[in-house]
């Protein structure tokens, strides 16, 4: 894969660390110019790969600093181009007058995310590789950040490749048949056509779950905590975020907006919703705060319906809460009602807690890491991005639109087309097919040196 074609031949330097001032600052410097200003700054270049302890000047010869210089002729470095990295003390003053002096001699200042675009360009990254760059650098968890690991070391696009492998061959096969028009082909009874087309379904099927899982644990699960007042619903997010973050009294409607949390669930990023009280009597204020709790319904990846365990069961919110969101009830206190910790049925997802003592909210939180499909404490996935998740179900809805075609109607030729559109889908992941405007907003959401 080499996209160079696209690409304008210029040299860039930016500052690779943090703003700010610490032990170590680097400035790297990419593209033709590198090794004239590397010349100019450093009297020599260093032998290629070795850290070369030397002094760093500005354009006229004057001494920045001293430090640690490091020379990667192209193609072998991050971006495919001739690299040079300055390893000097870190501090804004240094930093800025080292840029400053290779764009005195010649680069121009990198926009955001310019460096890792470079190496998607040359061919030195797909774009999956690049995205898990800037995931790695945001991660909120450690298990986050494994996964955004894995995606940069390939694993997430040979998990796509191995996919659009098993297309093109299902797709030669079909086009095989075609190629015979002479004889009547009977799809529908090629024992070996409909394996291919079983397997595909199976790794569709399993792709998307790790894909959604990826997703989830790159941007987090969004938890939305409702129930009527006084239900335990403040008490529940103070204890699972382990601080008192709402307020808690006896007196119904303390809460009037919604109040948000993020908590790590075992490595699963998690944004806790509390919400205000639902009841049908509200005053002016809180009744926007339940205009918002309904809201926060809409957009949710969870629900958990908190019940007060010491009243009368109430039923559910089902006229809120979107069908396909998946909700658990809570039946909270039952430190008062001495009711056995747990999960009480499983249709909806029902379990015993009390906010109070913390009792059963382990089952709570596997529930959780559940609904979020993550298992194996995320070891397996990778991270993933709405734009991925978003071109898989596309390439997903071809392959069923052609085979439901190829079921009902024994179209052959519809089967191929849909199965080629599905290919166009799994290249946008990779990169192999992108168009410039979707590559300008990727890389712009990167840091400025990376």
Not at 67 to 83: C, K, M, N, Q, Y
Not at 193 to 215: D, H, M, N, P, S
Not at 330 to 355: C, F, M, Q
């Amino acid at each position: 894969m080499n996209h160079s074609a696209h690409y304008v031949k210029d040299t860039i330097v930016a500052a690779a660390t943090p703003p700010g001032k610490g032990g170590v600052g680097v400035v790297r410097i990419s593209g033709p110019l590198a090794a004239d200003i590397g010349l100019q700054m450093l009297g020599a270049l260093p032998a290629p790969r070795y850290a070369t302890h030397l002094t760093f000047c500005d354009s006229d010869g004057g001494a920045i600093d001293t430090g640690i210089a490091l020379w990667f002729p192209a193609p072998g470095s991050f971006t495919g181009e001739s690299v040079l990295e300055l390893q000097g003390h870190g501090g804004p003053t240094v930093m800025s007058l080292l840029v400053a002096a290779a764009v005195a001699l010649g680069a121009r200042r990198a926009a955001p995310g310019e460096f890792s675009q470079r190496a998607f360009l040359n061919g030195k990254l797909d774009l999956v590789q690049a995205e898990a760059i800037a995931d790695l650098i945001n991660s909120g968890t450690a298990q986050a950040a494994r996964a955004a690991h894995r995606s940069l070391a390939g694993v997430f696009s040979a998990a796509v490749s191995a996919l659009t492998e098993q297309l093109i061959r299902l797709r030669l096969h079909v086009e095989a048949a075609i190629d015979f028009p002479e004889d009547e082909i009977d799809f529908l009874a090629d024992a070996a056509l409909q394996a291919q087309i079983e397997a595909c379904a199976a790794t569709f099927a399993e792709l998307q779950q790790t894909v959604a899982a990826g997703r989830r644990l790159r941007d987090g699960l969004q938890v939305v905590i409702v129930g009527k007042p006084n239900a335990g619903k403040s008490s529940l997010l103070n204890l699972l975020s382990g601080q008192d973050a709402a307020i808690v009294t006896e007196v119904a409607g303390t809460t009037r907006d919604i109040l948000r949390e993020h908590i790590d669930i075992d490595g699963l990023g998690v944004e806790l919703i509390d919400t205000a009280g639902l009841r049908d009597d509200p005053d002016v204020i809180e009744a926007e705060g339940i205009r918002r709790a309904r809201q926060a319904l809409q957009t949710a990846d969870a629900v958990l319906w908190i019940q007060d365990a010491t009243e009368p069961a109430s039923s559910a919110p089902d006229e809120s809460v979107p069908p396909d969101v998946p909700l658990i009830i809570l039946r909270n206190k039952i430190d008062l009602t001495g009711d056995r910790p747990g999960i009480v049925s499983a249709d909806p997802l029902t379990l015993n807690v009390s906010a109070q003592t913390g009792i059963g909210t382990d089952d709570l939180r596997e529930a959780i890491r559940r609904i979020a499909g993550y298992h194996d404490k995320g070891e397996g996935a990778f991270t993933a991005r709405k734009r991925h998740v978003d071109a898989l179900t596309a390439a997903a809805a071809h392959f069923r639109r052609g085979r439901a075609a190829l079921e009902t109607s024994n179209a052959g030729e519809l089967l191929a087309e849909e199965l080629r559109l599905a290919q166009v889908s799994l290249a946008a992941i990779s990169g192999e097919f992108s168009s410039d405007d979707l590559l300008g907003r990727i890389f712009s959401e990167f840091c400025i040196g990376k």
